[in-house]
């Protein structure tokens, strides 16, 4: 089955960090563009930030309000995406979602899209 | 408060259409191409419609989107109970460097 499956949500306290995990099957990870989204509660969809193919230089971008403290690696041997939480504060409480780019030919990502998306991670960030 | 504007709910009763819009701006509707996601809480997300309006396969032909300036709207003609969802619209932002979402919409078939 095509999915991916994040993993690693948890309570933690403020200032501490955390590591998320996304798990793809089905498909060759190394193919494809991979980014991070979150919900808050009670609000919308918000993007965290994507990693290029390693053919592109495997580079990162990240969203203003994480910028400088989250970062995001692959290991494609594995499979696996990684989101690294660090100085976790209480606006980031979220469920986490990865999400797979569907047309990695696209070189700007204005043009990409995300067409396959996992349940999400629970984060929970409080004392 | 979200960049891209949308109502925060529609509802229309079974086999009506329904159509959510989607307001944004010059460096982002009104320069790239929108994506609409649609949202069940506690399941993956799923996109409908990117380029504006292509459906990715299995999404029916119920779900239209399309783009005009810097709007965009999407229409869901033949309403089934499951189509009750949380939608979202979404694209580039030029400004901000980033992908940037709508608030959401909540459809509620009657």
């Known amino acids: 089955e095509v999915q991916v499956v994040e993993a690693g949500g948890d309570l933690v306290q403020p200032g501490r960090s955390l590591r998320l995990s996304c798990t793809a099957s089905g498909f060759t990870l190394s193919h494809h563009i991979m980014s991070w989204f979150r919900q808050a509660p009670g609000k919308g969809l918000e993007w965290v930030g994507f990693?290029?193919?390693?053919?592109?230089?495997?580079?990162?971008q990240l969203a203003a309000s994480v910028r400088g403290r989250f970062s995001i690696s692959r290991v494609d041997s594995s499979g696996v995406v990684y989101l690294q939480m660090d100085r976790l504060k209480s606006e980031d409480t979220a469920v986490y979602f990865c999400a797979r780019e569907g047309d990695s030919a696209a070189i700007s990502p204005a043009d990409w899209y995300f067409d396959l998306w996992g349940r999400g991670t629970l984060v929970t960030v409080s004392s | 408060q979200s960049v891209l504007t949308q109502p925060p709910s529609v509802s229309g009763a079974p086999g009506q259409t329904v159509t959510i819009s989607c307001s944004g701006g010059?460096?982002?509707?009104?320069?790239?191409?929108v994506k609409w996601v649609q949202h069940l809480p506690g399941t993956a997300p799923r996109l409908l419609a990117y380029?504006?309006?292509v459906r990715p396969s299995g999404v029916p032909a119920r779900f239209s989107g399309s783009k005009s300036g810097t709007s965009a709207s999407l229409a869901i003609s033949g309403l089934q109970s499951e189509d009750e969802a949380d939608y979202y619209c979404a694209a580039w932002d030029d400004s901000l460097n980033g992908w940037i979402f709508g608030g959401g919409t909540r459809l509620t078939v009657l």
């Open positions: 010059g460096s982002n509707i009104g320069s790239h191409a």
């Open positions: 990693i290029r193919r390693r053919a592109f230089g495997g580079t990162t």
């Open positions: 380029y504006n309006g």
